[in-house]
């Protein structure tokens, strides 16, 4: 064999060139591995495309008013804007709110939060005084108008002993965008007080990823809700930790990829405390060649005695293309606890088609009607109605379309 | 109500394993350690053929390749795979005609288990195939089988007497590169049971092959095969209690099922192995691949398990539903105690048209045991109408035990409808109140509860074991309650 003279390059760490090499986020990151499905918590979600992409930061003003205006009616709320990972100042009323722009003292060994921590550029501080309520809700925009771009968004969102508050998360991707989001959101929900997040994700050819940490405090309740209506690969990763007594948090969602899109939703709550309870339901509705991951773990620490904890998973199958990985675990170390889970795969109900076919319903109006019903009973848990309202409209288009 | 809860802990954990003895029965052993001459050893003990030597020396190969897998939810010191036994048999190694000729001694032991051999003969009608260490002493019944032609007898026997059925149907199930055990077992098994039931034949009686670990440190390989050809049936029982030992002892056994077109095969289990002291010293490890495969139109795979011993338990029966119209049935009740672990559950792929799978698992755990249900559900694109229903509770007792469920379920096909549920929960105290109120003392309101949680499994295992399993519960348990 001849030998051939080579030089060998070393192959660049994906986003090495956006971290900070010198702080200890950027150490922290440098030292962590682009994850594959070999790592059983990406089991699911090949990231081959994302780990390639060549992606830049981009500072850019294409988002308008009206953007934002077509998918929520933006005056019953007050609006911050973040385009590509940067504060739109000119589009955002930040009474109350700070801009964030410290990095998070937290090291975490999740590659994501990792990198947004590492690298963010910008984010909010949202204090909710005690005993004080939000009145006009915060509209939160995470915005990609740019299909190069690469945004971290650092959010901290704290609600103080007594308060009340409610978040609308928009995360957009602009018709022609794509780009790449890559948000933590990092919440301490202080005792008595309660903290409602709707997020609603519209992200087109956009890939996504979330991780969002809670922390539950003394009879607290914490409610977060999911729906991604586009996205090409969204990933949400929800981490709760019930840390008092009487704490309580409620996930739901519901997903509905069509085309050749994917949507992972990992949760992960972590009963700390006793007399804690906690509810999960996540519906899933797919059609052409889409894949929906569902991975829902609860975990009851031995002190965690006289937990209540339930999680349910269904889903709908509109494609025989289709495809729906559902994990849901449990993990009790306490005995004196209720936890249940139960999750479903299936198709429409053939009777309830036909009971509606037989009495004069086209098909395709009777499907809509059938699967709006199915998602309605997540979305009827939000307590804000006109959000409702329009969350359903907008997954009645959704299905109509596919 | 404290301090008697205690007390009942207390006393559950006492319970010492009733089949602890050692039989001193002069054993054959193959040095420490594993290499190419132990194959060979074991090879020319056991008189292979050629091919079977390769396959041996293959899988080794294989196996040196692997690594310990580290998935499951359990934890124990590494083992060091040099430092076992690879063979052990009983030294009187005649050809036996009756069990006159079997050593007394060994026959007192199966007394001491409550397995009168005699009794079974002339009682049951159980055929019984008598695996000590590794090699089959005593088979009965042979007679009245091969009338029908059925062929139920050890894998070395089956080995020189049908050598074509072993080469057809060996590791066609569980592939030797399947997993780290399943290669180890491919490599260095010792015996096992072979069986074989012909075309629409329906076998008259239960097999049953009853497992003892004897010789200290000394891994057990056991290697089964069971053949059910085109609208046959046959219902195989495998029972095991082991002697007290404190090293641990791995045991790697291998299960392969096939079923034809119309065939039946109930495969039940009933594990008692030693599962260590109160704490946690000793105890088998037991890591088992078994795995069925529904190959023709209309076949039927059913496995039952009760699992109460072992120190470490890692066992997933499967079933592979190729066929169409084919069913795959799992139930299993899982009891651990003191510092046991379980990691157990099963998987059903489904390949064919309307195939059909039922998933019952009942967990129990106590003391500072681990009890862990990990299941794969998979319904591939071809699976057109599957159906899956899947229900795995998990009882607790006391505050130091765990229960887990890691349940995998992936779906390709529109058609398929899979359902899982799982609940967690202790004996409630109204349960045991009530029983209080009727006169019924708690530790037998406790065994109640346990055995009408159990039920629905214990339901499904032959009569014979069916009485067997009730009291491993009650041993296992008796009056635990958190």
């Known amino acids: ?402 | 109500m404290a301090t008697t809860e205690k007390e009942l802990l207390e006393k559950v954990t006492k319970t010492e394993y009733k089949y602890g003895f050692t039989t001193n029965i002069e054993s054959d052993k193959a040095p420490k350690g594993l290499n190419e001459d132990i194959i060979r050893l074991i090879s020319s003990k056991k008189e292979e053929p050629q091919w079977l030597l390769d396959f041996r020396l293959k899988s080794f190969e294989i196996w040196k390749t692997m690594k310990e897998p580290n998935w499951a939810h359990v934890k124990y010191p590494k083992i060091d795979f040099q430092d076992l036994y690879y063979y052990a048999a009983p030294k009187p190694k005649k050809n036996l005609e009756s069990l006159d000729e079997v050593d007394p001694e060994l026959l007192d032991t199966f007394k001491k288990l409550g397995i009168s051999i005699e009794e079974q003969k002339r009682l049951s009608g159980v055929a019984v195939d008598i695996v000590m260490d590794s090699v089959s002493v005593a088979t009965t019944f042979t007679k009245t089988l091969k009338e029908k032609g059925i062929i139920f007898c050890s894998m070395g026997e089956a080995v020189k007497n049908y050598p074509e059925l072993i080469q057809e149907h060996l590791a066609s199930v569980v592939p030797v590169k399947d997993n780290f055990y399943a290669a180890l077992n491919s490599a260095v098994f010792t015996d096992g049971s072979f069986c074989y039931i012909p075309k629409g034949v329906r076998c008259p009686m239960e097999l049953s092959t009853y497992f003892r670990i004897n010789e200290s440190n000394t891994g057990q390989f056991e290697r089964t095969l069971v053949i059910a050809d085109e609208d046959s049936y046959v219902s195989y029982l495998e029972g095991c209690t082991a002697p007290m030992r404190d090293e641990n002892q791995l045991h790697a056994a291998v299960v392969e099922l096939k079923a034809a077109k119309g065939a039946e095969i109930k495969y039940s289990t009933v594990q008692n192995w030693y599962p260590g002291d109160k704490n946690g010293k000793g105890g088998i490890y037991n890591f088992v691949t078994k795995r069925g495969i529904c190959e023709g139109d209309h076949s039927k795979i059913s496995w039952t398990q009760v699992e109460t011993g072992s120190a470490i338990t890692w066992k997933y029966p499967s079933c592979i539903l190729k066929g169409n119209h084919s069913i795959g049935e799992f139930y299993s009740v899982a009891v651990t105690n003191n510092h046991q672990q379980a990691d157990t559950g099963t998987k059903m792929i489904h390949i064919g048209k309307n195939t059909k799978s039922t998933i019952i698992s009942k967990g129990v755990s106590a003391g500072f045991s681990n009890n862990s249900y990990r299941g794969l559900v998979r319904i591939n694109k071809s699976a057109t109408n599957a159906r899956n229903f899947s229900q795995c509770d998990s009882l607790l007792m006391g505050d130091q035990c765990g229960a887990h469920t890691f349940p995998y379920i992936e779906t390709e096909n529109s058609s398929a409808q899979v359902e899982h549920e799982a609940t967690t929960s202790k004996i409630g105290e109204d349960q045991i109140f009530y029983c209080n109120q009727r006169g019924i003392a708690t530790e037998k309101a406790i065994n109640l509860i346990v055995n009408g949680y159990a039920k629905e499994v214990l339901n499904k295992l032959p009569m014979e074991f069916a009485v067997e399993a009730q009291k491993l519960l009650e041993i296992s348990l008796e009056g635990s309650v958190g």
């Open chain 1, 1 to 402: 064999m001849e030998l051939t003279q080579t030089t060998i390059v070393a192959k660049p760490l994906p986003f090495a060139d956006f971290v900070l090499p010198e702080s200890k986020q950027g150490q922290n990151f440098l030292n962590l591995s682009f994850p594959t499905t070999r790592n059983e918590y990406w089991k699911y979600t090949r990231l081959g495309k994302l780990k390639t992409a060549k992606l830049k930061i981009s500072q850019t003003s294409n988002i308008t008013v009206e953007t934002i205006n077509n998918i929520v009616a933006i005056d019953r709320y007050q609006l911050v804007v973040f385009e590509n990972g940067f504060l739109r100042n000119d589009l955002s009323d930040l009474t109350g709110i700070e801009e964030n722009n410290t990095l998070s003292n937290k090291l975490s060994n999740e590659y994501f939060t990792a990198l947004s921590d590492a690298s963010f550029t910008s984010g909010i501080n949202l204090k909710v005084k005690a005993n004080t309520v939000l009145t006009k809700p915060l509209l939160l925009v995470n915005s990609s108008s740019d299909p190069e771009s690469i945004s971290n968004i650092n959010h901290n969102i704290t609600t103080q002993q007594g308060s009340e508050a409610m978040v609308c998360m928009l995360d957009l991707a602009a018709a022609e965008g794509s780009g790449f989001l890559n948000s933590v959101t990092r919440i301490n929900a202080e005792s008595s007080s309660n903290l409602e997040i709707v997020n609603l994700q519209v992200l087109g050819k956009a890939t996504a990823i979330q991780n969002i940490y809670v922390d539950v405090a003394e009879d607290a309740s914490f409610k977060h809700f999911g729906f991604s209506l586009i996205g090409q690969l969204t990933r949400n990763n929800i981490n709760v930790n019930l840390n008092k007594t009487g704490a309580y948090a409620e996930l739901n969602g519901v997903y509905v990829p069509s085309g050749s899109q994917h949507i992972d939703n990992h949760t992960y709550i972590d009963h700390i405390a006793p007399n804690c309870n906690s509810s999960e339901l996540y519906r899933g509705i797919l059609s052409n060649t889409a894949t929906g991951v569902f991975n829902g773990k609860v975990m009851v620490r031995q002190a965690a005695q006289k937990t209540n904890a339930f999680q349910a998973n269904n889903n709908i199958l509109l494609s025989d293309k289709a495809t729906m990985n559902s994990k849901p675990e449990l993990e009790i170390y306490a005995d004196d606890v209720k936890c249940s889970h139960g999750s479903t795969t299936g198709q429409m109900d053939k009777d309830a088609l036909f009971y509606l076919q037989a009495r004069g319903i086209k098909k395709t109006a009777a499907v809509k009607l059938l699967v709006t019903a199915f998602a309605d009973d997540v979305v009827s848990r939000v307590s804000d109605e006109h959000l409702a309202e329009l969350i359903n409209a907008m997954i009645e288009k959704q299905i109509s379309e596919n």
